[in-house]
């Protein structure tokens, strides 16, 4: 079953608004077993029209947001009625919730919204306790157009809508069998290494499919198909990545790690130079992270590196604060200053500036240490930009930590 | 000049990835006068010999991102050259450049990679410094093709390759006028609050064109049009919300507060809690600002804000860590252990769990003091969920900071 998404709202085109639409359906249809094939955007207005005629022949389904609003450029409605040569008529239960909701706001609908309890000929309602428009499902009519379902854009009134009403009438329309799949995380491999080294060995796996999704030194293999051919290829990951994988999940590596360390009822403290609380801000982005994460030093100049953690000034003076030995004693002086079991310490150049011939920007050391355990440091440069630069230290940070939490390091 | 933008890549489509090119494109575009007529995502693979052939007859110029990479699913390159008829061919300054990148890495290109620097007849290849494979521009075949510009996914390579690249030759092609524009961003006031008050006063201003996007606590007001109309919209602006505007620009709050301290000569540490180290991330995002930050505490559990900061343990006893009292102690603690002018601090309750009916979850405490100043505390409620917590309260806290920057509290 082909299914498409269009997007209509020209702030979507004009820079100041991500259309998020794309990921959520997707995400949600994958889960059904189902794909989208294909995504459009496309201005407030005429372009509708063109849009859904174009999209009619392509697929089984299209899914559209936007548009069913109460000023001139929401045309929805009247642009597919008038495409499918449907009769509009004023449904009287929508118009009397539209009446209720301005009234409970203490004001009144207008002409503009009586438009929006018009519903084509043939059309289901989808109720929206969110807003004012409700949703339609236009089936398709054989021979001319594939099933329709016309949403509103904002998102807090689509995904209610979506998960409703619309996910169980695509299951009755989808003979879909949900198909299993797998996600690899994998860190510190690159993506075409990664893809060196399996596609000789999994390209001819019968029933599987898969991809790679590489963001930041932190890769994705998906793969789908079924059971014997996901567990072929797993095998496969396991044996050429077994210290690299992160999870046989979609689990982030922060989640992944509050977990292991929740389990184990172990603490971690964090030190960061470079990466300035980014490493601290994502481990408690997850839920459940004051259990294992109490402190964290952000030791952005030398003199903070020295009163916060105990780093000699000698040290520095010496070796510079990007250097093997500070970073050392950064992590052994956060462990020292917390009662955390395990710390994570960072010192680098994030750039642009401040790099040199001996250590240009990119340059960065992590070290992490365990109560009664070795410090193992590990010396990296990753060359981008200022931000990714904080990105890609952080996830290289983390997964130092896991590696050093499997006993692997 | 109708100007498309076609966007490949499966995982935009499975729910991994936010696309965020279309907002890119838009915003950069916009300032050169020009708009987008439609964006199109497709899967990886064969979609995009069709989507480009559907697109060719509909616009002047198409932006295409994605499946310029070393893998099986990267065709674009390939499929462009076989629907213009274009013979490619291997151009050594990309196969050298290409080599050197990786061999800086301590890594070798394979054969994958070589496929990165095939170039087509007549294409020009636009360098890519942050990443492997170069975009390419393909100029129009009169009744065949559009200009097109082939440019790589990721937002880090193709950010720089779009401005620096791509921008002055869609100039040169455009006869579009550069409308003259304004940026306001205003902080602690809502959109619908902002439209309220100021529409009455300048929507009837000739020559103007306005609009509004809001994200979790901060407002863009952009004004279009010609400098007299801008202007006096920009007074109306000024007037009713002199204390709420950051900037008159489109630079972040955090790089507002750095070149402001900068310029002072002053500095600021932070404490955080419930933000758990992004306040002070963000500040560091900002290039220079070491010169103005230098150390920063995560004081996550109430033991580490009584060890860093020196908040009594009684008082976490009486008030709880989420409350005035405490908000004050930590700033003010924050600021006797460092050598900052100014601290900021914030203690919270991020969600989903933690919340009571007295402290629901979203209250959070913000506090901001300055040496030889008094400290100031405020008390909000931001209930979402947990992220969005964290980037509503890293903003307030910036902007409480300004406020006391300029005077204000």
């Keep these: 079953m082909r299914i498409e998404v269009i997007n209509t709202g020209t702030e979507l085109l004009l820079g100041k608004v991500i259309n998020t639409h794309a990921a959520f359906f997707g995400d949600e249809l994958f889960k059904l077993g189902l794909r989208i094939t294909r995504q459009t955007t496309i201005p407030d207005g005429e372009d509708i029209h063109r849009a859904l005629e174009e999209a009619f022949p392509r697929c089984e389904v299209i899914l559209v947001t936007g548009g069913l609003g109460p000023t001139s450029d929401d045309i929805t409605r009247e642009t597919v009625a008038g495409l499918l040569g449907l009769a509009l008529h004023k449904d009287d239960a929508v118009w009397e919730f539209i009446r209720q909701f301005f009234l409970k706001r203490g004001r009144e609908p207008n002409s503009w919204n009586e438009r929006q309890a018009m519903v084509p000929e043939g059309a289901e309602v989808l109720h929206n306790p969110n807003g004012t428009a409700p949703g339609l499902f236009v089936p398709a009519i054989e021979g001319k157009s594939p099933h329709l379902f016309l949403m509103p854009g904002p998102p807090r009134e689509l995904r209610p809508m979506f998960r409703d009403q619309v996910?169980?009438?695509?299951?009755?329309?989808?003979?879909?069998?949900?198909?299993?799949?797998?996600?690899?995380?994998?860190?510190?491999?690159?993506?075409?290494?990664?893809?060196?080294?399996?596609?000789?060995?999994?390209?001819?796996?019968?029933?599987?499919?898969?991809?790679?999704?590489?963001?930041?030194?932190?890769?994705?293999?998906?793969l789908i198909g079924t059971e014997t051919a996901i567990e072929t290829a797993s095998e496969v990951l396991r044996e050429e990545f077994s210290e690299d994988i992160v999870t046989e999940s979609e689990t982030p590596i922060e989640q992944v790690l509050i977990e292991r360390l929740t389990e184990a009822g172990q603490t971690i403290a964090t030190a960061e130079s470079c990466t300035g609380g980014l490493i601290a801000s994502t481990l408690t982005d997850v839920s459940g992270s004051s259990a294992v994460f109490h402190r964290g030093f952000i030791t952005y100049a030398n003199q903070a590196k020295t009163d916060l953690l105990g780093v000699p000034e000698a040290m520095l003076a010496e070796y510079g604060a990007v250097s093997e030995p500070v970073a050392r004693a950064m992590v052994e002086g956060c462990l020292e200053n917390s009662h955390a079991d395990h710390a994570i310490a960072v010192t680098g150049i994030a750039g642009p500036t401040g790099g040199s011939e001996a250590k240009p920007v990119g340059t960065v050391y992590i070290a992490v240490t365990s109560r009664g355990g070795e410090t193992v440091v590990r010396?990296?440069?990753?060359?981008?930009?200022?931000?990714?630069?904080?990105?890609?230290?952080?996830?290289?940070?983390?997964?130092?930590?896991?590696?050093r939490l499997c006993g692997f390091v």
Tied chains: 1, 2.
Excluded: M
């Design 167 to 222: 996910i169980p009438r695509l299951r009755k329309l989808s003979a879909a069998p949900i198909l299993p799949w797998r996600n690899f995380k994998i860190y510190g491999v690159g993506e075409s290494n990664i893809a060196e080294v399996i596609e000789p060995r999994i390209q001819d796996v019968e029933n599987l499919e898969y991809g790679y999704c590489c963001r930041l030194g932190e890769v994705d293999v998906r």
């Design 379 to 403: 010396h990296e440069c990753f060359t981008s930009d200022r931000i990714s630069f904080k990105q890609r230290t952080t996830r290289a940070a983390l997964d130092l930590l896991r590696r």
